[in-house]
């Protein structure tokens, strides 16, 4: 890699125009020479300017060899002020030694743009990775070791040592109670863990937390498909990503968008949420249409419009339930291929002893009320809520686990606007089966 030099007598501003696709909030401030806290100079500033323009252009290793001999604080100035991926051949190209004392002075968003990240999708560990710190040899002996990490801990979180080849494959793991308690003259091969695990940089968030389900380590090492080492990933960093995921499928359910937060505008929250209430509204219609074909019978039996919301909620309730199972089954990758009908008769059959119960219940309810109201047919009445909610809630469960896997299917978000479907789907099914039969066993 070499970087064009500025010619003549631009100033760096002309050259970070032309040469720098993203400047740093740091990399303006040491220009300006200004501190961020109190805007007061920052010691040095004007070197940092000028070795800046003699470093666009350089080649990579003399590049690297020159920024070993900076200053902590002046080297990570530079790297911010160039592109991530110069930033990381430059790195590529210093001793171990430099190379980790510099990350270790820097901030972990600068160690994950300065990771091999910038190919792998979102979701997955390669876009969470941090650049490595504390990576050894084989052959380096306890005391090298405890000496190099005395420098870095300073600056830098490190709970285990990683143990690379000349290559770079990652062959061992080096814990602190393994420094603690062995003689300085002891290499670490000889008392490093062999075979660690480790994640691989492509793999799915949700896979790579299944992966650690039992392994609660603070830090896991990120390797490619040959082993080599590519960077770190805190499990603290993993689960916090994840638990924004499954945070946001509440939202998601009733077409509230990911993107959406408590700061987003409100013109932009209005276009990721109107849609979706259109969407409601038209399948409200639908269900609308079901009542409205059985107005004559309400008009006859006026008591029924009192019991339509319980049936309604109800089975409402229960699809929300077989719903949140099956999204969280299917986040955690539990639903295997082929066990898709297995998960709908089982809901299916809740759904039966679920309505069975509250059906007797509420039959109960409507047989009371109607004796109040001094109905002829307070006993048919009771019998066809029972039978009703039964119906409803068997309908609902299966909904609640059919309705995200056809959306997988179609090739859409399973959570999406998942609910306002199901609502659909609960409210024609106990409403209909309500008054279809009151139709049936009353008039």
Same mark, same amino acid.
Not at 36 to 59: H, M, N
């Given at each position: 890699?070499?970087?064009?030099?500025?010619?003549?007598?631009?100033t760096?501003?002309?050259?970070?125009?032309?040469?720098?696709?993203?400047?740093?909030?740091d990399h303006?401030?040491?220009v +300006?020479?200004?501190?961020d806290?109190?805007?007061?100079?920052?010691?040095?500033?004007?070197?940092?300017?000028?070795?800046? +323009?003699?470093?666009l252009?350089?080649?990579? +290793?003399?590049?690297?060899?020159?920024?070993?001999?900076?200053?902590?604080?002046?080297?990570?100035?530079?790297?911010?002020?160039?592109?991530?991926?110069?930033?990381?051949?430059?790195?590529?190209?210093?001793?171990?030694?430099?190379r980790?004392?510099?990350?270790?002075a820097?901030?972990?968003?600068?160690r994950?743009?300065w990771?091999? #990240?910038?190919?792998?999708?979102?979701?997955?560990?390669?876009?969470?990775?941090? %650049?490595?710190?504390? =990576?050894?040899?084989?052959?380096?002996?306890?005391?090298?070791t405890?000496?190099?990490?005395?420098?870095?801990?300073?600056?830098?979180?490190?709970?285990?040592?990683?143990?690379?080849?000349?290559?770079?494959?990652?062959?061992?793991? &080096?814990?602190?109670?393994?420094?603690?308690?062995?003689?300085?003259d002891?290499?670490?091969?000889?008392?490093?863990?062999?075979?660690?695990?480790?994640?691989?940089a492509?793999?799915?968030?949700?896979?790579?937390?299944?992966?650690?389900l039992?392994?609660?380590?603070?830090?896991?090492?990120?390797?490619?498909?040959?082993?080599?080492?590519?960077?770190?990933?805190?499990? #603290?960093?993993m689960?916090?990503?994840? %638990? &924004?995921? @499954?945070s946001a499928?509440?939202?998601?359910? =009733?077409?509230?968008?990911?993107?959406?937060?408590?700061?987003?505008?409100?013109?932009?929250?209005?276009?990721?949420?109107h849609?979706?209430?259109q969407?409601?509204?038209?399948?409200?219609?639908?269900?609308?249409?079901? /009542?409205?074909?059985?107005?004559?019978?309400?008009?006859?039996? =006026?008591?029924?419009?009192?019991? @339509?919301?319980?049936?309604?909620?109800q089975s409402?309730?229960?699809?929300?339930?077989? @719903?949140?199972?099956?999204?969280?089954?299917?986040?955690?990758?539990?639903?295997?291929?082929?066990k898709?009908?297995?998960?709908?008769?089982?809901?299916?059959? $809740?759904?039966l002893?679920?309505?069975s119960l /509250?059906?007797?219940?509420?039959?109960?309810?409507?047989?009371?009320?109607?004796?109040?109201?001094?109905?002829?047919?307070?006993?048919?009445?009771?019998?066809?809520?029972?039978?009703a909610?039964?119906?409803?809630c068997i309908i609902?469960g299966?909904?609640?686990? @059919?309705?995200?896997?056809? $959306?997988?299917?179609?090739?859409?978000?399973?959570?999406t606007a998942?609910?306002?479907?199901?609502t659909?789907?609960?409210?024609?099914? +106990?409403?209909?089966?309500?008054?279809?039969?009151?139709?049936?066993?009353?008039?």
């Amino acid at each position: 890699m070499s970087i064009p030099s500025p010619t003549g007598e631009d100033t760096y501003f002309e050259v970070a125009a032309i040469h720098l696709a993203r400047p740093s909030r740091d990399h303006l401030l040491f220009v +300006s020479g200004m501190s961020d806290s109190d805007k007061t100079p920052i010691k040095g500033a004007s070197d940092v300017r000028d070795q800046i +323009s003699e470093f666009l252009g350089l080649p990579t +290793s003399e590049a690297a060899e020159r920024l070993s001999g900076l200053e902590s604080e002046k080297a990570l100035a530079i790297l911010r002020s160039i592109t991530a991926s110069q930033a990381r051949e430059i790195l590529a190209a210093m001793t171990d030694r430099s190379r980790q004392a510099l990350l270790a002075a820097s901030t972990a968003e600068n160690r994950r743009q300065w990771a091999e #990240q910038d190919h792998y999708p979102e979701g997955t560990v390669g876009r969470l990775m941090e %650049a490595p710190i504390g =990576v050894f040899r084989p052959e380096d002996t306890i005391g090298q070791t405890i000496e190099t990490l005395r420098g870095l801990v300073t600056q830098a979180f490190i709970t285990y040592g990683f143990v690379t080849d000349e290559s770079g494959k990652l062959v061992g793991v &080096i814990t602190m109670r393994d420094l603690l308690f062995s003689a300085h003259d002891v290499k670490l091969r000889d008392v490093m863990l062999t075979k660690p695990f480790s994640l691989q940089a492509d793999a799915v968030l949700v896979d790579a937390m299944k992966a650690v389900l039992n392994r609660h380590y603070p830090v896991y090492p990120v390797c490619d498909e040959a082993g080599k080492l590519l960077g770190l990933l805190r499990g #603290q960093e993993m689960f916090e990503a994840q %638990a &924004i995921e @499954l945070s946001a499928q509440a939202g998601s359910m =009733v077409g509230v968008e990911k993107e959406e937060r408590v700061t987003t505008p409100w013109f932009r929250s209005l276009k990721f949420r109107h849609p979706w209430l259109q969407l409601n509204l038209l399948t409200a219609f639908v269900a609308a249409f079901v /009542v409205g074909i059985f107005e004559n019978t309400i008009e006859q039996i =006026v008591v029924l419009a009192v019991f @339509l919301p319980v049936l309604a909620g109800q089975s409402g309730n229960t699809g929300c339930q077989a @719903l949140a199972v099956t999204l969280r089954g299917m986040t955690l990758g539990e639903i295997k291929p082929g066990k898709e009908k297995l998960l709908v008769l089982k809901e299916g059959f $809740l759904g039966l002893l679920n309505g069975s119960l /509250v059906g007797i219940t509420a039959g109960l309810g409507m047989f009371v009320y109607a004796t109040m109201q001094k109905n002829p047919d307070a006993i048919k009445l009771g019998f066809v809520v029972f039978l009703a909610m039964i119906g409803a809630c068997i309908i609902s469960g299966i909904c609640g686990a @059919l309705i995200p896997q056809i $959306l997988k299917k179609l090739g859409a978000d399973p959570a999406t606007a998942s609910s306002i479907f199901l609502t659909t789907f609960t409210d024609v099914a +106990s409403m209909g089966a309500f008054l279809g039969l009151a139709t049936i066993m009353i008039l």
